[in-house]
Protein backbone atom coordinates (compact mmCIF):
# COMPACT_ATOMS: atom_id res chain seq x y z
CA UNK A 1 0.00 0.00 0.00
CA UNK A 2 2.96 2.09 0.74
CA UNK A 3 4.38 1.47 -2.36
CA UNK A 4 1.15 2.53 -4.33
CA UNK A 5 0.91 5.24 -2.63
CA UNK A 6 4.34 6.74 -3.15
CA UNK A 7 3.96 5.66 -7.09
CA UNK A 8 0.84 7.74 -7.08
CA UNK A 9 2.43 10.73 -6.14
CA UNK A 10 5.11 10.29 -8.21
CA UNK A 11 2.90 10.06 -11.07
CA UNK A 12 0.89 12.99 -9.93
CA UNK A 13 3.24 15.48 -8.64
CA UNK A 14 5.38 16.11 -9.73
CA UNK A 15 6.21 21.96 -2.03
CA UNK A 16 19.35 32.45 13.68
CA UNK A 17 19.61 28.99 13.93
CA UNK A 18 22.97 27.76 14.32
CA UNK A 19 26.10 30.00 15.13
CA UNK A 20 27.17 32.03 12.75
CA UNK A 21 30.06 29.34 12.02
CA UNK A 22 28.11 26.32 11.03
CA UNK A 23 30.83 24.26 12.47
CA UNK A 24 31.48 26.08 15.99
CA UNK A 25 28.82 24.16 18.24
CA UNK A 26 28.97 20.99 16.21
CA UNK A 27 29.56 18.23 18.21
CA UNK A 28 33.26 16.74 17.60
CA UNK A 29 32.64 12.58 18.09
CA UNK A 30 33.01 9.57 16.62
CA UNK A 31 30.03 10.41 14.51
CA UNK A 32 27.27 7.56 13.47
CA UNK A 33 27.86 4.05 12.66
CA UNK A 34 29.40 3.33 9.00
CA UNK A 35 26.63 1.06 8.00
CA UNK A 36 23.02 0.68 9.57
CA UNK A 37 23.13 -2.94 8.79
CA UNK A 38 25.82 -3.26 11.47
CA UNK A 39 23.77 -0.97 14.28
CA UNK A 40 20.88 -2.32 16.01
CA UNK A 41 17.60 -2.69 14.15
CA UNK A 42 15.55 0.59 14.23
CA UNK A 43 12.97 0.83 16.63
CA UNK A 44 10.41 3.26 16.77
CA UNK A 45 8.00 4.96 19.29
CA UNK A 46 5.20 7.66 18.87
CA UNK A 47 5.43 11.13 19.69
CA UNK A 48 2.72 13.84 20.16
CA UNK A 49 3.53 17.46 20.38
CA UNK A 50 0.44 20.10 21.07
CA UNK A 51 1.27 23.31 19.34
CA UNK A 52 0.07 26.52 20.62
CA UNK A 53 -3.33 26.93 19.43
CA UNK A 54 -3.83 23.51 20.69
CA UNK A 55 -3.42 21.29 17.58
CA UNK A 56 -1.80 17.91 18.66
CA UNK A 57 0.94 16.98 15.81
CA UNK A 58 1.75 12.56 15.55
CA UNK A 59 5.54 12.22 14.66
CA UNK A 60 7.38 8.79 14.68
CA UNK A 61 10.43 8.92 16.42
CA UNK A 62 12.63 6.29 15.30
CA UNK A 63 16.42 4.88 16.66
CA UNK A 64 18.89 2.80 16.92
CA UNK A 65 19.47 0.79 19.96
CA UNK A 66 19.29 2.09 22.67
CA UNK A 67 17.34 5.24 22.82
CA UNK A 68 19.29 8.52 24.17
CA UNK A 69 19.92 11.60 22.90
CA UNK A 70 21.47 12.37 19.74
CA UNK A 71 21.32 14.42 16.77
CA UNK A 72 18.03 14.82 15.11
CA UNK A 73 17.25 14.49 11.82
CA UNK A 74 13.41 15.86 11.50
CA UNK A 75 11.28 16.09 8.33
CA UNK A 76 7.72 17.40 8.22
CA UNK A 77 5.02 15.50 5.53
CA UNK A 78 1.53 16.01 4.44
CA UNK A 79 1.14 12.51 3.24
CA UNK A 80 0.91 10.25 6.12
CA UNK A 81 2.17 7.10 6.13
CA UNK A 82 2.08 6.41 2.31
CA UNK A 83 4.53 8.83 2.36
CA UNK A 84 7.07 8.04 4.86
CA UNK A 85 10.32 8.54 2.73
CA UNK A 86 12.83 9.81 5.76
CA UNK A 87 16.04 7.72 5.01
CA UNK A 88 18.04 5.90 7.54
CA UNK A 89 21.07 8.27 8.03
CA UNK A 90 22.66 6.07 10.28
CA UNK A 91 22.78 4.78 14.05
CA UNK A 92 24.20 8.11 14.82
CA UNK A 93 21.29 9.99 14.24
CA UNK A 94 17.47 10.16 15.53
CA UNK A 95 14.84 10.33 13.07
CA UNK A 96 11.93 12.01 13.33
CA UNK A 97 8.89 12.05 10.77
CA UNK A 98 6.02 14.50 11.60
CA UNK A 99 2.66 14.30 10.10
CA UNK A 100 2.15 17.98 9.77
CA UNK A 101 -1.58 19.60 11.34
CA UNK A 102 -4.61 17.69 9.30
CA UNK A 103 -2.98 14.89 8.02
CA UNK A 104 -1.80 11.56 9.47
CA UNK A 105 -2.60 11.49 12.69
CA UNK A 106 -2.21 15.20 13.38
CA UNK A 107 -5.43 16.95 14.31
CA UNK A 108 -5.53 20.98 12.89
CA UNK A 109 -6.19 21.80 9.30
CA UNK A 110 -3.22 21.29 7.04
CA UNK A 111 -3.27 24.85 5.05
CA UNK A 112 -1.25 24.04 2.25
CA UNK A 113 2.06 25.22 3.71
CA UNK A 114 0.70 28.45 4.93
CA UNK A 115 1.17 30.39 8.28
CA UNK A 116 -0.13 28.36 10.91
CA UNK A 117 1.86 25.20 9.19
CA UNK A 118 4.56 27.29 9.02
CA UNK A 119 4.52 27.94 12.69
CA UNK A 120 4.24 24.65 13.51
CA UNK A 121 7.98 23.94 11.55
CA UNK A 122 9.27 26.63 14.26
CA UNK A 123 7.36 25.46 17.35
CA UNK A 124 8.16 21.54 16.91
CA UNK A 125 11.97 21.95 16.26
CA UNK A 126 12.02 24.48 19.55
CA UNK A 127 9.96 21.87 21.32
CA UNK A 128 12.56 18.72 20.11
CA UNK A 129 15.55 20.72 20.75
CA UNK A 130 15.24 20.05 24.24
CA UNK A 131 13.41 16.83 24.80
CA UNK A 132 15.57 14.03 26.13
CA UNK A 133 16.60 11.87 22.61
CA UNK A 134 17.67 15.28 21.41
CA UNK A 135 21.46 16.70 21.93
CA UNK A 136 20.26 19.83 20.83
CA UNK A 137 21.56 20.02 17.28
CA UNK A 138 18.90 19.26 14.77
CA UNK A 139 19.37 18.79 11.39
CA UNK A 140 15.75 19.26 8.84
CA UNK A 141 15.41 16.85 5.96
CA UNK A 142 12.42 17.25 3.28
CA UNK A 143 10.95 16.41 -0.41
CA UNK A 144 9.04 17.77 -2.40
CA UNK A 145 6.23 19.40 -0.25
CA UNK A 146 8.18 18.49 2.88
CA UNK A 147 11.19 20.33 1.16
CA UNK A 148 8.25 23.07 0.61
CA UNK A 149 7.66 23.38 4.23
CA UNK A 150 11.27 23.89 5.14
CA UNK A 151 11.93 26.84 2.75
CA UNK A 152 8.74 28.49 3.46
CA UNK A 153 9.48 28.42 7.27
CA UNK A 154 12.82 29.66 6.92
CA UNK A 155 11.75 33.07 7.75
CA UNK A 156 11.22 31.95 10.98
CA UNK A 157 13.45 31.75 13.55
CA UNK A 158 14.09 27.76 13.44
CA UNK A 159 15.64 26.94 17.11
CA UNK A 160 18.61 24.59 17.36
CA UNK A 161 18.66 23.91 13.44
CA UNK A 162 22.54 23.57 12.24
CA UNK A 163 21.80 22.03 8.60
CA UNK A 164 19.50 21.25 5.96
CA UNK A 165 19.10 18.64 2.60
CA UNK A 166 16.38 19.44 0.92
CA UNK A 167 15.26 17.47 -2.46
CA UNK A 168 13.03 19.65 -4.91
CA UNK A 169 10.59 22.07 -3.49
CA UNK A 170 10.02 25.41 -4.33
CA UNK A 171 10.89 28.63 -3.31
CA UNK A 172 7.06 30.32 -4.73
CA UNK A 173 4.67 27.81 -4.28
CA UNK A 174 2.15 29.68 -7.03
CA UNK A 175 4.90 29.66 -10.14
CA UNK A 176 7.21 27.41 -9.13
CA UNK A 177 4.86 24.31 -9.15
CA UNK A 178 1.06 25.17 -9.00
CA UNK A 179 0.71 28.18 -11.23
CA UNK A 180 3.30 27.89 -13.85
CA UNK A 181 3.15 31.18 -16.33
CA UNK A 182 -0.05 32.11 -14.67
CA UNK A 183 -1.50 28.21 -15.51
CA UNK A 184 -2.98 26.25 -13.09
CA UNK A 185 -1.02 22.88 -12.63
CA UNK A 186 -3.78 19.90 -12.26
CA UNK A 187 -0.66 17.50 -11.55
CA UNK A 188 0.22 18.59 -8.06
CA UNK A 189 -3.43 19.60 -7.30
CA UNK A 190 -4.66 16.18 -7.93
CA UNK A 191 -1.64 14.56 -5.73
CA UNK A 192 -2.44 16.73 -2.84
CA UNK A 193 -5.75 15.60 -3.26
CA UNK A 194 -4.73 11.87 -3.34
CA UNK A 195 -1.93 11.61 -1.37
CA UNK A 196 -2.79 13.97 1.34
CA UNK A 197 -6.35 14.22 1.68
CA UNK A 198 -8.06 10.84 0.28
CA UNK A 199 -6.35 8.61 2.92
CA UNK A 200 -6.98 11.52 5.77
CA UNK A 201 -10.36 10.86 5.12
CA UNK A 202 -10.23 7.20 4.55
CA UNK A 203 -8.65 6.38 7.68
CA UNK A 204 -11.59 8.17 9.57
CA UNK A 205 -14.37 5.90 8.17
CA UNK A 206 -11.76 3.06 8.47
CA UNK A 207 -12.07 3.74 12.23
CA UNK A 208 -15.60 4.26 12.14
CA UNK A 209 -15.59 0.82 10.74
CA UNK A 210 -13.49 -0.97 13.40
CA UNK A 211 -14.20 1.23 16.63
CA UNK A 212 -18.24 2.78 15.64
CA UNK A 213 -16.90 6.22 16.94
CA UNK A 214 -18.10 8.61 14.70
CA UNK A 215 -14.28 10.11 12.68
CA UNK A 216 -15.01 13.46 14.24
CA UNK A 217 -11.27 14.35 14.04
CA UNK A 218 -11.13 13.41 9.92
CA UNK A 219 -14.39 15.21 9.21
CA UNK A 220 -13.05 18.32 10.45
CA UNK A 221 -9.68 17.65 8.88
CA UNK A 222 -11.18 16.70 5.60
CA UNK A 223 -13.33 19.44 5.16
CA UNK A 224 -10.63 22.12 5.76
CA UNK A 225 -8.61 19.91 3.80
CA UNK A 226 -11.23 20.68 0.62
CA UNK A 227 -11.24 24.48 1.28
CA UNK A 228 -7.70 24.66 1.23
CA UNK A 229 -7.94 23.14 -2.13
CA UNK A 230 -10.99 25.73 -3.13
CA UNK A 231 -8.62 28.39 -1.90
CA UNK A 232 -5.58 27.32 -3.84
CA UNK A 233 -7.97 27.13 -7.01
CA UNK A 234 -9.70 30.26 -6.88
CA UNK A 235 -6.48 32.37 -6.00
CA UNK A 236 -5.42 32.04 -9.94
CA UNK A 237 -3.34 35.58 -9.42
CA UNK A 238 -0.48 35.58 -7.24
CA UNK A 239 -2.35 37.82 -4.48
CA UNK A 240 -1.47 37.73 -0.62
CA UNK A 241 -2.49 34.21 -0.05
CA UNK A 242 0.55 32.89 -2.10
CA UNK A 243 3.29 35.52 -0.51
CA UNK A 244 2.41 33.75 2.50
CA UNK A 245 3.57 30.41 0.65
CA UNK A 246 6.90 31.83 -0.24
CA UNK A 247 10.48 31.82 0.85
CA UNK A 248 11.35 34.83 2.50
CA UNK A 249 14.19 36.07 3.98
CA UNK A 250 14.68 35.17 8.04
CA UNK A 251 16.98 35.26 10.66
CA UNK A 252 18.45 31.50 10.20
CA UNK A 253 22.15 31.08 8.89
CA UNK A 254 22.67 27.37 8.61
CA UNK A 255 23.71 25.92 5.80
CA UNK A 256 21.48 24.46 3.14
CA UNK A 257 22.15 21.33 0.60
CA UNK A 258 19.28 21.89 -1.87
CA UNK A 259 19.04 19.64 -4.94
CA UNK A 260 16.27 19.34 -8.02
CA UNK A 261 16.65 17.87 -11.63
CA UNK A 262 16.51 19.48 -14.55
CA UNK A 263 13.22 17.52 -15.54
CA UNK A 264 11.66 17.63 -12.25
CA UNK A 265 8.25 18.97 -11.82
CA UNK A 266 9.70 21.39 -9.19
CA UNK A 267 12.99 22.32 -10.89
CA UNK A 268 12.25 25.71 -10.86
CA UNK A 269 11.92 26.29 -6.80
CA UNK A 270 15.77 25.14 -5.74
CA UNK A 271 17.39 27.34 -7.61
CA UNK A 272 15.53 30.67 -7.30
CA UNK A 273 15.74 29.27 -3.66
CA UNK A 274 19.16 28.93 -3.83
CA UNK A 275 20.00 32.31 -5.10
CA UNK A 276 18.20 33.83 -2.05
CA UNK A 277 19.59 32.02 0.62
CA UNK A 278 22.98 33.16 -1.63
CA UNK A 279 22.11 36.71 -1.04
CA UNK A 280 21.73 36.45 2.79
CA UNK A 281 25.19 35.13 3.26
CA UNK A 282 24.25 31.51 3.79
CA UNK A 283 26.10 28.69 3.15
CA UNK A 284 24.35 26.84 0.38
CA UNK A 285 25.26 24.09 -2.05
CA UNK A 286 23.25 23.51 -5.34
CA UNK A 287 23.37 19.63 -6.95
CA UNK A 288 21.48 19.23 -9.53
CA UNK A 289 21.29 14.99 -9.12
CA UNK A 290 17.77 14.30 -9.78
CA UNK A 291 14.25 14.26 -7.80
CA UNK A 292 10.76 13.60 -8.79
CA UNK A 293 12.66 12.71 -12.08
CA UNK A 294 14.97 10.14 -10.82
CA UNK A 295 18.35 9.90 -11.54
CA UNK A 296 20.61 8.93 -14.16
CA UNK A 297 21.95 5.54 -14.42
CA UNK A 298 25.11 5.21 -13.66
CA UNK A 299 24.50 7.91 -10.69
CA UNK A 300 24.78 7.88 -7.16
CA UNK A 301 21.62 10.36 -6.74
CA UNK A 302 21.86 13.11 -3.96
CA UNK A 303 21.98 11.03 -0.81
CA UNK A 304 25.34 10.14 -0.32
CA UNK A 305 25.72 14.24 -0.82
CA UNK A 306 23.04 14.20 2.29
CA UNK A 307 24.35 11.80 4.77
CA UNK A 308 28.03 14.01 4.02
CA UNK A 309 26.00 17.42 4.87
CA UNK A 310 24.65 16.11 8.02
CA UNK A 311 27.85 14.33 9.29
CA UNK A 312 29.80 17.22 8.57
CA UNK A 313 27.24 19.86 10.08
CA UNK A 314 25.47 17.65 12.76
CA UNK A 315 28.55 15.25 13.80
CA UNK A 316 31.55 17.53 13.00
CA UNK A 317 33.12 15.01 10.67
CA UNK A 318 35.77 17.01 8.60
CA UNK A 319 34.49 14.78 5.16
CA UNK A 320 35.39 18.15 2.90
CA UNK A 321 32.06 18.53 1.51
CA UNK A 322 31.60 22.13 2.22
CA UNK A 323 35.01 22.81 0.56
CA UNK A 324 33.71 21.16 -2.95
CA UNK A 325 32.35 22.99 -5.84
CA UNK A 326 29.42 24.94 -4.74
CA UNK A 327 27.23 24.13 -7.77
CA UNK A 328 27.25 20.69 -9.74
CA UNK A 329 24.98 19.73 -12.11
CA UNK A 330 24.47 16.56 -14.29
CA UNK A 331 23.91 17.98 -18.03
CA UNK A 332 21.96 15.68 -20.28
CA UNK A 333 22.49 14.73 -23.54
CA UNK A 334 19.54 14.76 -26.31
CA UNK A 335 16.60 13.75 -24.18
CA UNK A 336 14.83 12.98 -20.81
CA UNK A 337 15.68 9.28 -21.70
CA UNK A 338 19.08 9.52 -22.76
CA UNK A 339 19.47 11.59 -19.64
CA UNK A 340 18.50 8.71 -17.43
CA UNK A 341 19.93 6.63 -19.44
CA UNK A 342 23.17 8.05 -17.95
CA UNK A 343 24.37 10.00 -21.15
CA UNK A 344 25.25 13.24 -18.65
CA UNK A 345 27.98 15.63 -18.52
CA UNK A 346 29.19 16.81 -14.93
CA UNK A 347 29.77 20.34 -14.75
CA UNK A 348 30.95 22.38 -11.49
CA UNK A 349 30.50 25.67 -10.88
CA UNK A 350 31.10 28.49 -8.04
CA UNK A 351 27.56 30.09 -8.62
CA UNK A 352 24.40 29.89 -10.19
CA UNK A 353 23.91 30.79 -13.27
CA UNK A 354 26.98 29.74 -14.26
CA UNK A 355 30.02 32.39 -14.27
CA UNK A 356 30.51 32.78 -18.07
CA UNK A 357 27.26 32.06 -19.43
CA UNK A 358 26.27 34.20 -22.34
CA UNK A 359 22.67 34.43 -23.50
CA UNK A 360 23.05 34.77 -27.33
CA UNK A 361 19.81 35.93 -29.19
CA UNK A 362 18.10 33.79 -31.97
CA UNK A 363 15.28 35.62 -34.01
CA UNK A 364 12.41 34.12 -35.16
CA UNK A 365 12.64 33.94 -39.10
CA UNK A 366 9.68 33.49 -41.79
CA UNK A 367 12.28 31.37 -43.54
CA UNK A 368 11.05 28.19 -44.55
CA UNK A 369 12.72 24.76 -45.67
CA UNK A 370 13.90 23.43 -42.22
CA UNK A 371 12.74 19.61 -42.15
CA UNK A 372 9.55 20.40 -39.44
CA UNK A 373 5.74 19.21 -40.60
CA UNK A 374 4.52 22.88 -39.20
CA UNK A 375 2.64 24.89 -40.94
CA UNK A 376 5.33 27.79 -41.36
CA UNK A 377 8.89 25.80 -40.40
CA UNK A 378 10.41 28.69 -39.86
CA UNK A 379 13.91 29.26 -38.94
CA UNK A 380 16.01 30.45 -35.81
CA UNK A 381 18.65 33.29 -37.40
CA UNK A 382 21.43 34.83 -35.52
CA UNK A 383 20.42 38.26 -37.60
CA UNK A 384 16.75 39.69 -37.41
CA UNK A 385 14.79 39.23 -40.22
CA UNK A 386 14.13 43.04 -41.90
CA UNK A 387 10.81 41.48 -43.35
CA UNK A 388 7.67 41.67 -40.54
CA UNK A 389 5.34 38.63 -41.01
CA UNK A 390 2.31 37.41 -39.19
CA UNK A 391 1.76 33.35 -39.12
CA UNK A 392 -1.15 32.12 -37.10
CA UNK A 393 -2.10 28.87 -35.06
CA UNK A 394 -4.43 27.15 -33.65
CA UNK A 395 -3.64 26.74 -29.57
CA UNK A 396 -5.96 23.97 -28.95
CA UNK A 397 -4.56 21.63 -26.50
CA UNK A 398 -1.37 19.34 -26.34
CA UNK A 399 0.24 16.00 -25.97
CA UNK A 400 1.67 16.27 -22.58
CA UNK A 401 3.79 13.76 -22.52
CA UNK A 402 5.42 15.71 -25.40
CA UNK A 403 4.95 19.23 -24.77
CA UNK A 404 5.60 19.35 -20.74
CA UNK A 405 9.11 17.80 -20.25
CA UNK A 406 9.02 18.64 -16.42
CA UNK A 407 6.32 17.03 -15.46
CA UNK A 408 6.60 14.04 -18.03
CA UNK A 409 9.81 13.61 -16.32
CA UNK A 410 8.36 13.12 -12.98
CA UNK A 411 5.48 10.55 -14.52
CA UNK A 412 8.64 8.41 -16.40
CA UNK A 413 10.23 8.21 -13.02
CA UNK A 414 7.20 7.30 -11.02
CA UNK A 415 6.91 4.18 -13.47
CA UNK A 416 5.71 5.22 -16.91
CA UNK A 417 9.22 5.24 -18.21
CA UNK A 418 9.07 1.44 -19.80
CA UNK A 419 5.56 2.76 -21.82
CA UNK A 420 7.70 5.73 -22.96
CA UNK A 421 10.25 3.61 -24.12
CA UNK A 422 7.87 0.80 -25.78
CA UNK A 423 6.26 3.73 -27.60
CA UNK A 424 8.75 6.84 -28.34
CA UNK A 425 6.19 8.25 -29.95
CA UNK A 426 4.76 9.59 -26.84
CA UNK A 427 7.71 11.99 -25.56
CA UNK A 428 8.79 13.30 -29.31
CA UNK A 429 6.86 16.27 -30.80
CA UNK A 430 5.89 14.52 -34.47
CA UNK A 431 2.41 14.54 -33.40
CA UNK A 432 2.24 17.50 -32.43
CA UNK A 433 4.14 19.66 -35.70
CA UNK A 434 0.83 19.97 -37.99
CA UNK A 435 -0.75 22.38 -35.02
CA UNK A 436 2.89 24.39 -33.89
CA UNK A 437 4.68 27.42 -35.22
CA UNK A 438 8.35 26.12 -35.50
CA UNK A 439 11.52 27.90 -36.05
CA UNK A 440 14.39 25.65 -36.04
CA UNK A 441 18.72 25.93 -36.19
CA UNK A 442 20.75 25.09 -38.76
CA UNK A 443 22.72 21.50 -37.79
CA UNK A 444 25.53 22.10 -35.09
CA UNK A 445 29.37 21.32 -36.29
CA UNK A 446 29.74 21.25 -32.63
CA UNK A 447 28.59 20.57 -29.27
CA UNK A 448 26.78 23.32 -27.52
CA UNK A 449 25.93 23.35 -23.59
CA UNK A 450 22.47 25.43 -23.31
CA UNK A 451 22.84 25.43 -19.16
CA UNK A 452 20.81 28.15 -17.79
CA UNK A 453 17.22 29.75 -17.75
CA UNK A 454 16.39 30.72 -21.40
CA UNK A 455 13.51 33.28 -22.24
CA UNK A 456 11.32 34.12 -25.39
CA UNK A 457 10.32 37.63 -26.37
CA UNK A 458 7.23 37.21 -28.62
CA UNK A 459 4.36 39.60 -29.96
CA UNK A 460 1.11 37.76 -29.99
CA UNK A 461 -2.44 38.94 -31.37
CA UNK A 462 -5.07 36.68 -29.95
CA UNK A 463 -8.60 35.90 -31.34
CA UNK A 464 -10.03 35.68 -27.53
CA UNK A 465 -8.93 37.81 -25.00
CA UNK A 466 -7.16 35.32 -23.02
CA UNK A 467 -4.57 32.60 -24.42
CA UNK A 468 -1.60 30.46 -23.15
CA UNK A 469 1.89 30.97 -24.99
CA UNK A 470 3.14 27.50 -24.58
CA UNK A 471 6.79 27.34 -25.90
CA UNK A 472 8.77 24.36 -26.33
CA UNK A 473 13.03 23.67 -26.68
CA UNK A 474 13.74 20.88 -28.36
CA UNK A 475 16.87 18.60 -29.44
CA UNK A 476 16.50 17.46 -33.03
CA UNK A 477 18.14 14.26 -33.49
CA UNK A 478 19.77 13.68 -36.49
CA UNK A 479 16.69 10.69 -37.23
CA UNK A 480 14.55 14.02 -37.24
CA UNK A 481 12.81 13.21 -34.06
CA UNK A 482 12.50 16.12 -31.41
CA UNK A 483 12.70 15.99 -27.94
CA UNK A 484 11.29 18.85 -25.48
CA UNK A 485 14.56 19.67 -23.19
CA UNK A 486 12.73 22.49 -22.35
CA UNK A 487 9.14 24.88 -21.51
CA UNK A 488 8.22 28.25 -20.92
CA UNK A 489 4.20 28.93 -20.02
CA UNK A 490 2.59 32.25 -20.36
CA UNK A 491 -1.61 33.19 -19.86
CA UNK A 492 -1.79 35.89 -22.30
CA UNK A 493 -3.77 37.96 -19.29
CA UNK A 494 -0.45 38.87 -17.78
CA UNK A 495 1.72 40.49 -20.29
CA UNK A 496 4.03 42.80 -17.78
CA UNK A 497 6.86 42.29 -16.16
CA UNK A 498 8.32 43.00 -12.43
CA UNK A 499 11.83 45.13 -13.59
CA UNK A 500 13.62 44.80 -10.62
CA UNK A 501 13.27 40.97 -10.51
CA UNK A 502 13.66 40.57 -14.09
CA UNK A 503 17.12 39.40 -15.13
CA UNK A 504 19.04 41.35 -17.73
CA UNK A 505 22.05 40.47 -19.45
CA UNK A 506 24.91 42.76 -20.24
CA UNK A 507 23.01 44.04 -23.46
CA UNK A 508 20.01 44.76 -21.65
CA UNK A 509 18.20 41.80 -22.58
CA UNK A 510 15.93 40.15 -20.83
CA UNK A 511 17.09 36.89 -20.00
CA UNK A 512 14.66 35.91 -17.02
CA UNK A 513 11.79 37.72 -17.03
CA UNK A 514 9.90 37.86 -13.49
CA UNK A 515 6.26 37.90 -14.84
CA UNK A 516 3.39 40.28 -12.73
CA UNK A 517 1.10 37.56 -12.23
CA UNK A 518 -1.00 39.90 -9.65
CA UNK A 519 -3.80 41.25 -11.62
CA UNK A 520 -4.87 39.97 -15.07
CA UNK A 521 -5.14 42.24 -18.38
CA UNK A 522 -7.09 40.57 -21.03
CA UNK A 523 -6.06 41.68 -24.50
CA UNK A 524 -8.71 42.87 -27.29
CA UNK A 525 -9.33 40.33 -30.34
CA UNK A 526 -6.70 41.10 -32.36
CA UNK A 527 -4.55 43.52 -29.60
CA UNK A 528 -0.99 42.80 -31.09
CA UNK A 529 0.94 42.67 -27.58
CA UNK A 530 4.33 41.76 -26.08
CA UNK A 531 4.99 39.17 -23.97
CA UNK A 532 8.11 37.49 -21.65
CA UNK A 533 7.83 34.03 -21.47
CA UNK A 534 10.57 32.24 -18.80
CA UNK A 535 11.87 28.76 -19.05
CA UNK A 536 12.70 27.38 -16.05
CA UNK A 537 16.53 26.35 -16.14
CA UNK A 538 17.60 23.71 -19.43
CA UNK A 539 20.64 21.17 -18.98
CA UNK A 540 21.31 19.95 -22.16
CA UNK A 541 24.25 18.98 -24.76
CA UNK A 542 23.41 19.34 -28.20
CA UNK A 543 25.95 17.45 -29.90
CA UNK A 544 27.14 17.87 -33.34
CA UNK A 545 25.08 16.93 -35.97
CA UNK A 546 21.84 17.88 -34.20
CA UNK A 547 19.52 20.82 -34.30
CA UNK A 548 17.54 23.00 -31.69
CA UNK A 549 13.94 24.02 -32.77
CA UNK A 550 11.47 26.12 -30.80
CA UNK A 551 7.76 25.13 -30.58
CA UNK A 552 5.15 27.51 -30.14
CA UNK A 553 1.88 25.04 -29.04
CA UNK A 554 -1.43 24.62 -27.21
CA UNK A 555 -0.79 24.22 -23.81
CA UNK A 556 -0.14 20.62 -22.71
CA UNK A 557 -3.61 19.15 -21.21
CA UNK A 558 -1.50 18.81 -17.72
CA UNK A 559 -2.98 22.02 -17.20
CA UNK A 560 -5.99 23.67 -17.60
CA UNK A 561 -5.92 25.15 -21.05
CA UNK A 562 -7.07 28.14 -22.46
CA UNK A 563 -7.62 27.10 -26.60
CA UNK A 564 -7.48 30.03 -28.71
CA UNK A 565 -6.18 30.79 -32.57
CA UNK A 566 -3.02 32.90 -32.10
CA UNK A 567 -1.03 35.08 -34.71
CA UNK A 568 2.48 35.41 -33.58
CA UNK A 569 4.01 38.40 -35.64
CA UNK A 570 7.80 37.99 -36.38
CA UNK A 571 10.74 40.36 -38.26
CA UNK A 572 10.44 44.04 -39.06
CA UNK A 573 9.28 45.96 -35.94
CA UNK A 574 7.97 42.70 -34.04
CA UNK A 575 11.44 41.47 -32.96
CA UNK A 576 10.18 37.87 -31.66
CA UNK A 577 13.27 35.96 -30.63
CA UNK A 578 15.15 33.52 -28.05
CA UNK A 579 17.52 34.50 -25.50
CA UNK A 580 19.33 31.42 -25.37
CA UNK A 581 21.87 30.32 -21.88
CA UNK A 582 25.47 28.52 -23.66
CA UNK A 583 27.84 28.10 -21.25
CA UNK A 584 31.75 29.41 -21.49
CA UNK A 585 33.68 26.92 -24.29
CA UNK A 586 30.47 26.52 -26.35
CA UNK A 587 28.94 29.06 -29.11
CA UNK A 588 25.91 28.06 -30.49
CA UNK A 589 26.43 30.55 -33.44
CA UNK A 590 29.74 29.25 -34.49
CA UNK A 591 28.38 25.58 -34.07
CA UNK A 592 25.68 26.72 -37.21
CA UNK A 593 29.03 28.77 -38.98
CA UNK A 594 28.30 32.22 -38.32
CA UNK A 595 28.96 34.79 -35.70
CA UNK A 596 26.95 36.20 -32.79
Same mark, same amino acid.
Given at each position: MKRAGLLLAALLLSACGGASDPMAQAPQGPGPDPDPREAPPPATEAVEFEASDGARLHAQLTYHGELKARPLIVQFSP?????????? #?? /???? *????????? %??????? @? $???????????? #?? /???? *????????? %??????? @? $???????????????????????????????????????????????????LPLIAAGFIDFFTSGQLPIDAIFSGTGFLGTILQVMTHASEDEFWVDRTQRPGPNRFPVLADTGFYDVESRGPFESYQLLRRQGVQVHLRVFGAHDGTPEGTPGPRPEYQRWFDRYLLGQNNGIDREPRVQLLVGHGSYEAQIGGAVTRVDAT????????????????????????????????????????????????????????????????????????????????????????????????????????????????????????????????????????????????????????????????VQPYNDFSSKSYALPGQLREYHVEFWPIGNRFAAGHKLRLYLVGAATYTLPAPNLNFVSIGGDTPSRLQLPVLPGSDACRAMGTTC
Open positions: YGDIGRDLPD #FG /AGYN *HVYVNVRGT %GSSTGTW @S $AIGARDQQDVAE #FV /AWAC *HQPWSNGHI %GLYGFSA @S $AIAVYNSMHLKLECVDAAALMAGTADLYRDLLYPGGMFNLVPGAVVAFGAGDWPVPGTRWQTFWLDPARGHGAYSSNDGGLSPVAPQQQATQPYLALTSLPTATDPNTTGTVAAGGAITLFKAFPILTQLTLMEPLSLTYTTPEFSEDVDVVGPAALTVHVATALPEADLHAVITDVWPDGSAHAVGVGRLRSSYPDIVEERSVRDSRGEI
